[in-house]
């Protein structure tokens, strides 16, 4: 029998394990997170519009601000009841904004040093083993201990690797060299991922709050009704529309899913849809955000600087396959509203275009702006505070929404619980690279990979794609492309894939582990909010989004999807994906006309793939296997409906 105290010891580890509890903080440690808040939009906003800063300067800034949040806003384990920080995350809110001052103090020191050319002074070993220790524990609160225990396996692997036998093994890394690359330097925690969360994510984690808070969201929503809900399936529909529109500007599918869902999924299922089709409609057309341009997600931002391609090359890139992932969700949808024969919604429910748009063309200017901007190579991070700039503008001209004190603090409280999370996803990343590329882990692995897959395209793809489900399901996306890339990439490339075409299917595959079984993050999400199995949302969701996981594979292969060969090569290739979209929503839906058996299916599952396969026999082929199993359940459809007649 288990003693009391024994118990007490076991839930208290179990708790360690997960997250932290997200605290609603009232009074005085509210007053000081705004604080936080309005000093970290300044710098941001100076920083993106008219600022120069070293990166290491910038992040020494910002990194430590959001670690004092962190310990104020999550508690250490989900026992630990009250939304007011204890004593232990008082200190270690003030050991974080420590470490910041003493950068801000040290800055000119450090631009200018040499790393590893002198040893850490006592007090410089200090601030490291603090800096990596908080940034765990931060991690492990905010995160979960999925993430911050691979990163003690890398860190384990750094110290005691050389321990290792045979090829994996690596040379002894001293503690001086290694805090003195992982938080001295811009290789390890104030690297590139952690500059990507100060600068690109941050400030559009801003345009998405002002923009929402303007009455943007309102806009899309009734922008959806009037072009969707007239037609079958319209909730559904709309659900696709403004679910994909708030995650393009979120760049997080859970959050998306939390926003829209709590809306759309209550109204599908009062228009009759099932709870699992509500819950993984949802999901699939909220994590289909993180791909969608302008904005796309964090993971975009983060490509941008790995691949070190213009941000404005990589939404002209992922244009044409976004647009086939939400034709075919879209589809889907369609046949199954047709299926089920669905209703529209009510005509009072449903604004005319002509009434949106006078009542909110306004809200256009911003996204005009921001495609126009990046498409003409301004920085996006001077496009983004720009943008936001113009949304504040605009919200005076609706008095509904116009911004003021209230809607500025909730603004701002929204900005600092959704930048804390990304945050320290980057600075767990960055510890993550620099732990694989002292020990030169990136390369071994990259050979392991090849001899499993006997130096085939295809099996690396494979394997490449299952590793960035496997990382997403206890990352967030953001670490699940940096730590592939970083990876997988270089290997995919030195097979002669283009860096363009390699890190956007790392992207894709990242961003498709919110919804892929078993630890599906988004259809959780949803599931929390249509009370049904997750599991069953997730593969629900996965089949919606079907074309998300086949499109990848055809870029690679061919990149005349992104946009890239000749005019007459790309304008070939969208055309027979299109059909091939349309022949997958068919077969997954099994219904064109009528009912469809599993070989109808199947063949038509077949003659899709074909078709978003370039090469002219495999298009011929598919779209000849398409229009005999289309045409034949056409003939079927008027048989039964003559019978139905006669009878």
């Not at 024994?6 to 005085?28: D, I």
Request: aromatic share 12%; glycine share 8%; proline share 4%.
């Amino acid at each position: 029998m288990v003693s009391q105290s024994t118990e007490q010891e076991l839930n208290w580890f179990q708790a360690f394990f997960k997250e932290g509890n997200r605290r609603h903080l009232t009074g005085t440690f509210r007053t000081l997170i705004l604080t936080l808040a309005v000093i970290l939009c300044i710098f941001e906003i100076w920083l993106g519009a008219i600022g120069t800063m070293d990166l290491y300067q910038y992040t020494t800034i910002f990194y430590p601000l959001v670690l004092t949040a962190a310990f104020l806003q999550f508690s250490s384990t989900r026992r630990v009841k009250g939304h007011q920080p204890t004593w232990l995350d008082i200190l270690l809110a003030l050991i974080s904004l420590a470490i910041g001052v003493y950068f801000l103090v040290n800055i000119d020191t450090y631009l200018k040093r040499i790393p590893l050319f002198n040893p850490l002074t006592p007090t410089e070993m200090a601030v490291g083993i603090a800096t990596v220790l908080l940034t765990l524990e931060a991690t492990r609160r905010t995160l979960g201990f999925t993430l911050t225990s691979v990163v003690l396996v890398i860190l384990a692997y750094v110290f005691w690797g050389h321990h290792v036998p045979g090829a994996y093994s690596h040379r002894p890394i001293a503690w001086n060299h290694f805090f003195d690359d992982m938080v001295f330097t811009v290789n390890g925690i104030f690297g590139t991922p952690l500059g990507v969360a100060a600068t690109y994510v941050f400030l559009f984690v801003l345009f998405g709050g002002v923009f929402t808070a303007a009455g943007g969201g309102d806009f899309f929503f009734r922008l959806a009704a009037c072009i969707s809900g007239r037609s079958v399936g319209g909730p559904a529909k709309i659900t696709v529309i403004t679910s994909g529109m708030f995650g393009m500007i979120s760049g997080s599918p859970t959050a998306d899913v939390l926003t829209t869902g709590s809306i759309n999924i209550p109204t599908m299922k009062k228009m009759g849809y099932s709870p699992v089709y509500a819950g993984g409609l949802e999901a699939a057309a909220s994590t289909g955000g993180s791909i969608l341009p302008p904005i796309m997600g964090s993971a975009a931002f983060l490509m941008a600087e790995y691949a070190g391609i213009g941000y404005g090359q990589i939404i002209i890139a992922a244009t044409v396959p976004a647009i086939l992932y939400y034709l075919g969700i879209m589809l889907q949808v369609h046949f199954r509203s047709k299926k089920q024969n669905m209703g529209t919604l009510e005509g009072e429910d449903i604004p005319t275009f002509g009434t949106v748009m006078k009542e909110g063309w306004v809200y256009l200017l911003p996204l005009v702006f921001l495609v126009v901007g990046i498409m003409n190579g301004l920085p996006a991070s001077y496009v983004a505070v720009m943008a936001t700039g113009i949304v504040f503008v605009c919200s005076w001209f609706t008095p509904k929404y116009r911004i003021g004190l209230r809607s500025l603090i909730q603004i701002l409280e929204e900005i600092i619980q959704r930048i804390v999370p990304v945050t320290m996803a980057c600075a767990a990343a960055g510890m993550l690279i620099d732990g694989i590329m002292l020990t030169g882990l990136a390369s071994k692995f990259g050979s392991l990979i090849f001899s499993v897959t006997s130096g085939s395209m295809f099996l690396t793809l494979v394997a490449t794609a299952v590793l960035c489900i496997v990382f997403g399901m206890g990352m967030p996306v953001s670490s699940a492309y940096i730590l592939t890339a970083v990876l997988a990439a270089p290997l995919l490339i030195n097979m002669n894939v283009s860096v363009m075409s390699a890190h956007l299917f790392i992207v894709y595959y990242s961003c498709l582990s919110a919804i892929t079984p078993p630890v599906a993050v988004a259809a959780f999400s949803a599931a929390s909010i249509a009370n049904a199995d997750p599991v069953k949302i997730a593969l629900n969701a996965c089949k919606l989004a079907i074309v998300a996981f086949i499109i990848p594979f055809i870029f690679v292969y061919d990149s005349a999807l992104l946009l890239e060969g000749s005019i007459l090569n790309i304008a070939t290739s969208i055309v027979m994906a299109v059909f091939g979209v349309f022949a997958l929503a068919v077969a997954a839906e099994g219904w064109f006309k009528s009912e469809m058996n599993m070989l109808e299916r199947a063949a038509l599952l077949a003659g899709g793939i074909l078709m978003i396969i370039p090469g002219l026999i495999t298009d011929l082929a598919g779209l000849i296997i398409t229009l005999i199993v289309v045409s034949l359940n056409q003939f079927k459809a008027k048989k039964e409906s003559a019978e139905v007649i006669k009878a």
